[in-house]
């Protein structure tokens, strides 16, 4: 059995070489591992040029220019060799039991498209935060099960996953033409496929969470929607129709989708004329009179009230959520 390890990259000169060598200690190690520099501007290609001298199994690849997230990862991906194929973002981190458990699981669960895991979440400099662990079983999940949970987002705990080559050919990799949500869009084609999924409650791997410097987020709430919006209409619509099941599950998600994301219009840090790109991109998701009033709510300056119910209401949502997931297990 052959494991590739494939890791798109671009401006992460600074974790990029924890992130491979994370790799390089794993209690079963892979074949390869291939790294797509997405035609970075900082140190990133001087340094894998080191590594790659140093490690055998390590391939670097250097975009010829800037590709984006979806199309270099997609590109990454397709160069991978390995039966078992490990998606690993370049800031990140795999703990070293991560390739043997995971490899373990998709080899027990031949009709899983890939195998994920629970995450402990790491800041900028490194220190250890918050587990993250989904409500959910621990084991297989069926299609239509993985299916009908997509309508909630995209449902593993981190982008870290362990692909089954043989799900990602037969959905042709990515064919999401977004940079955003493009894991999310992937997820929903392999189900749709007939593929299920395996999760283990274990803690595998470290995920890196930013802080929204320079206001990096809000200025990604475009690309966000409109992935959002692909991942709903262009994958989870006709993976329902497939099944011949009741569509209206879906057009609800996409509602609570658009209201969820109509606070942005409420943000200064857009001009008119981005938000009016924004009210468009949320009306496209969803122009169901609900969305509208709370479109028109935020934009007369009267989403305060929404925005703190809301906060509020997903505060108690964590809460619950991490009572249950801390509480001992009894027998």
């Known amino acids: 059995m052959k494991i590739s390890v494939c890791i798109p990259t671009y401006n992460q000169s600074e974790h990029i070489g924890l992130t491979i060598r994370s790799v390089m200690v794993q209690t079963l190690l892979p074949d390869e591992i291939i790294v797509s ?30 590709k984006g997230i979806s199309k ?21 981190a795999l703990l070293p039991e991560y390739i043997e ?71 042709e990799y990515i064919q999401c033409s977004q940079d955003f949500a493009e894991d999310y869009y992937l997820s ?11 999760y283990s409650p274990q803690i595998l791997s470290a995920y890196r969470v930013w802080t929204d410097q320079g206001n990096v987020r809000k200025r990604r709430k475009l690309a966000e929607i409109n992935g959002l919006n692909a991942v709903l209409s262009d994958a989870l619509m006709p993976a329902f129709a497939q099944h011949h099941w009741d569509t209206k599950p879906v057009v609800s998600a996409k509602q609570r989708f658009a209201i969820a994301h109509s606070g942005c219009l409420s943000w200064k840090v857009y001009s008119k004329q981005e938000k009016a790109e924004l009210e468009t991109a949320i009306l496209e998701l969803s122009s169901a009179p609900a969305t509208k009033f709370f479109i028109w709510t935020h934009k007369n300056g009267l989403g305060k009230v929404l925005e703190s119910y809301q906060h509020t209401a997903a505060v108690i949502r964590q809460n619950i959520k991490k009572l249950i997931l801390t509480r001992p297990q009894t027998r």
């Open 37 to 66: 520099d997405d035609h970075s501007t900082d140190n990133t290609w001087k340094i894998l040029e080191t590594l790659a001298a140093e490690i055998s199994i390590l391939r670097i690849i250097r975009q010829k220019f800037n």
């Open 188 to 198: 929903v084609c392999i189900a749709k496929a007939g593929f299920g999924n395996v």
């Open 101 to 171: 458990t995971l490899s373990k699981l998709l080899t027990h669960h031949p009709n899983a498209g890939y195998a994920h895991a629970a995450v402990r979440e790491i800041d900028q400099q490194g220190y250890a935060g918050e587990p993250r662990r989904l409500m959910r079983n621990a084991g297989f999940q069926r299609s239509p099960d993985a299916l009908r949970a997509a309508l909630k987002g995209y449902r593993v705990a981190a982008n870290i996953l362990m692909f089954r080559r043989e799900a990602l050919e037969k959905v």
């Open 72 to 92: 270099n990862t997609d590109s990454c991906l397709r160069e991978a060799k390995g039966e078992f194929i490990v998606r690993l973002d370049s800031d990140d």
